[in-house]
Structures are given as structure tokens and as C-alpha cells.
T-cell receptor
Framework: DQQVKQNSPSLSVQEGRISILNCDYT??????FLWYKKYPAEGPTFLIS?????DKNEDGRFTVFLNKSAKHLSLHIVPSQPGDSAVYFC?????????????FGKGTLLTVNP | DGGITQSPKYLFRKEGQNVTLSCEQN?????MYWYRQDPGQGLRLIYY???????QKGDIAEGYSVSREKKESFPLTVTSAQKNPTAFYLC????????????FGPGTRLTVL
């Protein structure tokens, strides 16, 4: 049972426009969410995170929104640049107990066209 | 220059052979992790370790083994018992108190012929 879902395998946007990547989760115990960016044949790099006590976190061109009631989060990239083209993974965890496991979605391939 | 190194970048092995993937970090992180990525799939946790000489199974530990004799090193052995070993393997580490954010190495592509 997939607990973190990224239902769009791919997304294509024009340079300068907004990219919106979506992520849904089913486990209501998750209380911390992260986005990673991954280029082919490289390891993922941490992008931005959000705690469940917040509904928005912003870092430069990247903003993550969290809607707890809908169990939905989204990553906004504004403005999108060709260098943003990569696979974006959403990840979630439950901070309680001693389990440090991150649960990842399957990823969304973002292509930013010049 | 701190970071996580994985070697080699590409590895080829014959079916039935065990193979060990290296992961070293000089970030002084307490926790280390091994993930596997398959095409069109997210990252799946194989094993993780929070302290030296201790490790726990992740979601897909069958056919794999690990050791954590040093804080800096967390090698992964892919045994002949692993039915589909060909994959991209990623090692990660984190500060134990901030285990939310894991930092990844560049990965090793293992191909079993």
C-alpha cells in the first residue's frame, strides 16, 4: 500500500512560468514532509521541508504548501528555469518513536522548456 | 570537503556472486541508510543504522546484509539470495537528532549479468 503518492509521473512547463508538483499521503501519523530533487545517475538532493505545524514554507523560488485535512502537499517553483528539470520526490515521516524512516513517493519528472 | 561517497559508480557482477557496495561519510552523522531505486519507482529503504554496531531492517531487507563497525562507514552486501539485484543503490546519512533530513551519496548502479 503506497502511503505517499505522486500521481503525475511527468510535468512539462515553459521557462519563467510556475511549476506545481503535487503529493498526497494516506498515513495521518506523518508529521514532517520533504522534497528532494534528483538528476539522472545522481543521488537526490534535499530541497525544502515542512512540519505539520505549518501550512507553508518558502525558500527562494521554492514554496511548499501543506493541507493536512486533505493530506496533500504541493511544491511551487516560481519562476521555473531549465536547470530545474529533474525528478522531484516527495517524502514523509512520522517523528514519534525511534523510527527514522522516510517514505518516498515514486517521483515526478519535471521538464522546463526554454 | 565533507560529503558522502559511494564507490564504484558502476558495478557489474555475475549472477550468484555476492557483491559489497561501499558508503563512506565524513559529515560526522550518526545515522546512515541504504535505499534502492528501480525505474519508475520511489526510493525503498533496505537497511538503516542509528549508531555504530547497530542496524535495523527496512522495507526490503531480504537478500541484503550490512555492517556498521565505524561511524563513517556503512557497507551493503548484495547476496546471491537477492532475486532482482540489478538496481541503483543510494546511501544516505543524517544527524540523529535531525533525522528528518537525509543527505544522499551519488549512488552505485549495480548490474547483475
Amino acid at each position: 500500500d503506497q502511503q505517499v503518492k505522486q500521481n503525475s509521473p511527468s510535468l512539462s512547463v515553459q521557462e519563467g512560468r510556475i511549476s506545481i508538483l503535487n503529493c498526497d499521503y494516506t498515513n495521518s501519523m506523518f508529521d514532517y514532509f520533504l522534497w528532494y530533487k534528483k538528476y539522472p545517475a545522481e543521488g537526490p538532493t534535499f530541497l525544502i521541508s515542512i512540519s505539520s505545524i505549518k501550512d507553508k514554507n518558502e525558500d527562494g523560488r521554492f514554496t511548499v504548501f501543506l493541507n493536512k485535512s486533505a493530506k496533500h502537499l504541493s511544491l511551487h517553483i516560481v519562476p521555473s528555469q531549465p536547470g530545474d528539470s529533474a525528478v522531484y520526490f516527495c517524502a514523509a515521516k512520522y517523528s514519534g518513536g525511534s523510527n527514522y524512516k522516510l517514505t518516498f513517493g515514486k517521483g515526478t519528472l519535471l521538464t522546463v522548456n526554454p | 570537503d565533507g560529503g558522502i561517497t559511494q564507490s564504484p559508480k558502476y558495478l557489474f557482477r555475475k549472477e550468484g556472486q555476492n557483491v559489497t557496495l561501499s558508503c563512506e561519510q565524513n559529515l560526522n552523522h550518526d545515522a546512515m541508510y541504504w535505499y534502492r531505486q528501480d525505474p519508475g519507482q520511489g526510493l525503498r529503504l533496505i537497511y538503516y543504522s542509528q549508531i555504530v554496531n547497530d542496524f535495523q531492517k527496512g522495507d526490503i531487507a531480504e537478500g541484503y546484509s550490512v555492517s556498521r563497525e565505524k561511524k563513517e562507514s556503512f557497507p551493503l552486501t548484495v547476496t546471491s539470495a537477492q532475486k532482482n539485484p540489478t538496481a541503483f543503490y543510494l546511501c544516505a546519512s543524517s544527524i540523529l537528532a535531525l533525522a528528518d533530513t537525509q543527505y544522499f551519496g551519488p549512488g552505485t548502479r549495480l548490474t547483475v549479468l
